[in-house]
């Protein structure tokens, strides 16, 4: 068992009929994959069992053509014709030695059905919760046994499958069991509605029904989100939540508990940046059943896990996030490595592939996704080719990565920036308010590379065209990153901004370095989708300046609603007194103001200020990569390999620098055609149906 003074993290907990093999339990959670990409998905969930997560669990499983959320490609198990596909998840996550679960979902009024076109079904009529201008309707009794038929159904399909743990699942305000015990979408009048008892009588059906179906051989677990985060306008873990669990008690094998929404359960570290943060909403579950039970909140810590242990919260320590983030954090607090592990920074760029409808993506993981389609590990590489040594300029999240990756593979590495701090944009973006967890992308792998012999570092180190000759390293990879513009340009205007020469102009580069607006208010034009204009208006409030944040879009932010922050952001914003314009475009800037013309045709406005700072586009920075590659055209530097990644090839979020960087490090010296295949490699549709002969 090992994992000293953590070793309680790896004693054996029974689960009904079956045994996991230690406490760690990766709970569902989505991939964009689901039924498209099953042989991604696979190769995902088969990643945590090897790592060690004794539990391993899918997705969101759709039972039935009336829970279809499509674009969506989550788990699906209409029939038996997608028994197949998630045979191929249980039998990887088996090869490994942990138990397999499925959570089987019906989202009443959360599923468009958009490619079915079925009904959408709900307690009680309503709208539904995707935008789309179509109403749910109430299900009448026929409607409600046809539910408990199709998850009956399911569940015998899932035992065949080979799972080992079948869920009920009533959580994140996506699923009709949820939605029949929230009084918010219950509006009936028979005994599914009213009282508690009877708007909680259908998961009683449910986990009674898939006992009887499964419960022989399989565990029946229960996700219960126990508080909706909403006072008294909700359910509330002290009131109705605590009723519900003293109510079913010991009816599942295991309770799976969090709160409500999905934006709480999964919320960032910009909001919600404790490790544990679900740990007063849940602790007093265990005290009304002797069913073991899973929590989450964003665990990475074995001392918050064992310690959650040992206080009686919770049996198994649950993780969607940080299981992405590092599959094997079990395996290195076993093996007495904890310091290696990749810690999630809560940024939820996992989320936000759900929400595109993509393959996951990680920051602090950029082999996530990759597993199937490029045969990428987290913890292997393949070691080094005839090359001996490669220099990285550029120690950003790019470069790093690159670097560590390198160094893996057992070239020498020499890494050179030109700044003290090493970390490029993670270390710079991570001084800023609510962001310091995104500084783990740096120390995890500059801890990496400090333990490393054959690795050279050099801080403060500035490198012209004619130092990097003087080196003579033949392989050299320029992460020299980009910097913000200062003329306007952006997704809005594509050409420089008119100014005013006596008007202070600023970037997000100016405030990261420490510069302070002047005295006065501040305009922030915010021509950027993603989080940089939101952060530095709320720092600057947050220092009692004077704000007004000018943007093109609607809404503040508007990318930051695929990491759930949206509305977050937007209230922080309105509570510190930030003046907000939306669907301004900035035209030009005067001595003392912003002049604004509203993207629908409203009239010219003039914003007073005494400084502005622009958030719009990003200059790539490629200047000593242009003269090496000069110098490499005229023989003037020999050369083997030079390449551009990272922001300074394309400006992008850091899991995208992260990503560009470890592509680089395994590319170097394979076969280029092998390289530009793994691009082309996808999961083709069968073109058959279920009635069509082999």
Request: charged share 25%.
């Amino acid at each position: 068992m090992s994992g000293g003074k953590y070793a309680r993290l790896f004693e054996p907990v029974r689960i009904g009929p079956v045994t996991a093999p230690n406490r760690f339990y990766q709970v569902p959670h989505c991939t964009g994959m689901g039924y498209l990409r099953p042989r991604a998905d696979a190769a995902v969930r088969g990643m945590k069992a090897e790592g060690g997560w004794g539990v391993v669990c899918n997705q969101e499983t759709e039972i039935h053509p009336t829970s279809d959320l499509s674009p969506s490609p989550e788990g699906r198990l209409w029939d038996a014709a997608d028994i197949p596909a998630l045979r191929l998840m249980t039998d990887a996550i088996h090869a490994h030695g942990a138990l397999a679960g499925i959570e089987l979902a019906h989202n009443g009024a959360h599923a468009a059905n958009l490619g079915t076109r079925a009904p959408v079904l709900a307690p009680s009529d309503g709208a539904i919760a995707t935008l789309y201008p179509k109403q749910a309707r109430a299900m009448d009794k026929a409607d409600i046994r046809n539910l408990r038929a199709w998850h009956r159904a399911a569940a015998r399909r899932a035992r065949e499958a080979g799972f080992d743990i079948i869920y009920v699942y009533a959580g994140h305000e996506m699923t009709l069991p949820q939605h029949f015990l929230l009084p918010q979408s219950n509006q009936r009048s028979d005994e599914y509605g009213g009282s508690l008892q009877n708007r909680a009588r259908l998961i009683r059906e449910l986990l009674e029904e898939t006992k009887e179906e499964v419960g022989d051989t399989c565990a029946v677990a229960f996700r219960f989100a126990v508080d909706q985060m909403q006072g008294p306008a909700g359910m509330q873990a002290e009131g109705e939540g605590r009723e519900v669990v003293q109510m079913l008690a010991d009816l599942p094998d295991l309770w799976d508990v969090n709160v409500s929404g999905w934006d709480n359960d999964s919320a960032t570290t910009r909001f919600q940046p404790e490790d544990g943060y679900q740990n007063d909403y849940i602790s007093f579950v265990k005290e009304l059943t002797q069913r073991p039970v899973v929590g989450v909140g964003r665990l990475s810590s074995p001392d918050m896990m064992i310690s959650m242990v040992e206080k009686g919260i919770v049996d198994f320590i649950g993780a969607a996030r940080p299981s992405i983030a590092d599959p094997f954090l079990p395996v290195k607090i076993r093996e007495n490595r904890v310091e290696e592990i990749r810690e999630c920074i809560g940024c939820n760029i996992c989320v936000a592939s759900d929400n595109q409808a993509i393959s996951i993506r990680c920051t602090q993981n950029p082999t996530m996704g990759e597993e199937w389609r490029r045969g990428w590990h987290p913890e292997k590489i393949a070691p080094k080719g005839a090359a001996e040594a490669a220099l990285v300029i550029g120690a950003g999240p790019a470069g790093l990565e690159c670097a560590m990756q390198l160094a893996r593979r057992g070239y020498g590495v020499t890494l050179a920036d030109s700044r003290a701090e090493l970390g490029g944009r993670v270390h710079r973006e991570g001084g800023l308010s609510g962001l310091g967890a995104w500084r783990r992308v740096a120390d995890n792998r500059l801890h990496d590379l400090r333990q490393r012999a054959n690795v050279s570092i050099y801080a403060q180190s500035a490198l012209s065209a004619g130092e990097v000759a003087e080196l003579g390293i033949a392989h050299v990879f320029v992460a020299t990153g980009a910097t913000w513009r200062r003329d306007g340009v952006g997704r809005t205007s594509h050409g420089p901004i008119p100014m005013d020469a006596t008007m202070t102009i600023l970037t997000p580069d100016d405030i990261v370095d420490g510069m302070q607006p002047p005295a006065g208010p501040i305009a922030i034009y915010d021509d950027d989708p993603a989080y940089m204009g939101g952060v530095l208006a709320t720092q600057l409030a947050e220092a009692g300046r004077d704000v007004t944040l000018i943007t093109p879009a609607p809404i503040v932010s508007p990318w930051a609603e695929m990491t759930l922050e949206q509305a977050c952001i937007q209230s922080r914003l309105v509570a510190l007194g930030v003046r907000i314009e939306t669907g301004r475009v900035l035209t030009r800037v005067s001595a003392e103001t912003c002049i604004t013309n509203g993207v629908y045709g409203e009239a010219e406005r003039a914003i007073p200020c005494a400084s502005v700072l622009m958030v719009t586009g990003r200059q790539r920075e490629t200047a000593l990569f242009d003269e090496l590659t000069a110098m490499r055209a005229d023989g003037g530097i020999a050369l083997e390999t030079l390449e551009l990644i990272g922001d300074a090839a394309q400006p992008g979020l850091i899991a995208d620098a992260v990503h560009s960087g470890h592509a680089a490090a395994r590319a170097f010296e394979c076969d280029p055609q092998g390289v530009e295949a793994a691009f082309f490699r996808r999961e083709m549709i069968a073109l058959t149906d279920e009635g069509d002969q082999p």
